[in-house]
């Protein structure tokens, strides 16, 4: 259905029991079928970015949709930005068949940020502002792809966001596209967001790129986004009652968590039932010491 259909069809089988080859096979010159044993989600990216020919990837995971301009609008995009290594765009996300897709980015907001350009000076910013990268939008330049190491291998959950950040050590600056270009179906049961899920994926991809971001001169850029990474999945684990994993985390990177943040993760791990009342009544103290500055509020406990 694209407007805009690619010079170079990839369809990397990584293992699949179901008529995967048989619907790939199917096409002929079309498409380019590769099968191999599986081995995970970074591996069949990579083996397909380095069969690739053409100059720009664009990825396509099995389980979402591209909108039919999604091609055309961004190739024009780059034609008038070609100083740009990637670009990445607005998206919908279906939470289930039952409900209205969900617009992700707030397009006011990226209007805003963005004024005259189409592009963000630094990704960094565009995180911390809510505008993250998700693998369905995004185009990358096959050699920034090769020059960043290409997907890690082994990493069994955010290989997109680790390639993301790695991305823009070298090429800060991404290109934008407000308009929405694909759609993310969450409710894909077999999914790897939904399969692997544990704290220690999560904390030892934040430690991994706060060492990373220090050798390529841009820690004071990723820290904060690290931070909000954490905050993210940890309230996502509060979500599912995984208590332990939500003290491991704590504990793990108590140094970059602000007080009120720390109490509260801890509150709810050790104390879920009150933890609520708790975070409520800490939250009235705080607005009632604005109204009273000069009255000293104390909570004990």
């Known amino acids: 259905a694209q407007e805009r259909p690619a010079e170079e069809i990839i369809v990397v089988d990584d293992g699949s029991t179901d008529d995967t080859e048989q619907v790939g096979r199917g096409y002929g010159g079309q498409v380019r079928y590769i099968r191999q044993e599986n081995a995970g989600a970074s591996v069949a990216r990579n083996t397909g970015i380095q069969a690739a020919q ?7 995971d099995a389980d979402d949709e591209w909108q039919g301009g999604r091609l055309k609008v961004q190739a024009a995009h780059l034609q008038r930005h070609p100083e740009l290594a990637w670009l990445y765009s607005n998206f919908h996300q279906e939470i289930s068949p039952d409900n209205p897709l969900k617009l992700t980015h707030d397009v006011s907001k990226a209007a805003e940020i963005l004024g005259d350009k189409g592009y963000f000076d630094s990704y960094f910013d565009a995180y911390m502002g809510g505008f993250f990268a998700w693998t369905g939008t995004l185009i990358v330049k096959r050699r920034a792809l090769l020059e960043a190491g290409l997907f890690r291998v082994g990493q069994l959950r955010a290989q997109d966001t680790d390639m993301w950040f790695r991305l823009a ?5 991404v290109g934008y596209v407000s308009e929405p270009l694909a759609i993310y179906h969450r409710q894909a049961p077999q ?5 692997h899920v544990h704290s220690k994926i999560i904390g030892d991809l934040v430690e991994r790129h706060l060492r990373l971001s220090a050798q390529h001169g841009k820690l004071q850029e990723f820290r904060p986004c ?3 990474m954490l905050q993210v999945w940890m309230r996502e684990l509060v979500g599912e ?3 332990e994993e939500i003290l491991e985390l704590t504990d793990r990177f108590e140094e970059m968590f602000s ?4 109490s509260e993760m801890r509150l709810r791990a050790k104390h879920p039932h009150i933890a609520p009342g708790c975070i409520f009544l800490v939250g009235l103290f705080k607005k009632l010491g604005r109204f009273f500055p000069s009255e000293r509020l104390t909570i004990r406990g």
Do not use: C, D, N, Q
């Not at 999914?191 to 399969?195: D, H, L, P």
């Not at 007080?259 to 720390?262: G, L, Q």
């Open 259 to 262: 007080w009120r943040f720390k």
């Open 226 to 228: 690290g931070i909000k």
């Open 191 to 195: 999914s790897i967001t939904k399969i």
């Open 241 to 243: 009652k995984r208590h």
């Open 54 to 60: 053409g100059e720009w990837i664009a990825f396509l």
């Open 169 to 173: 050590y070298r090429w800060p600056a």
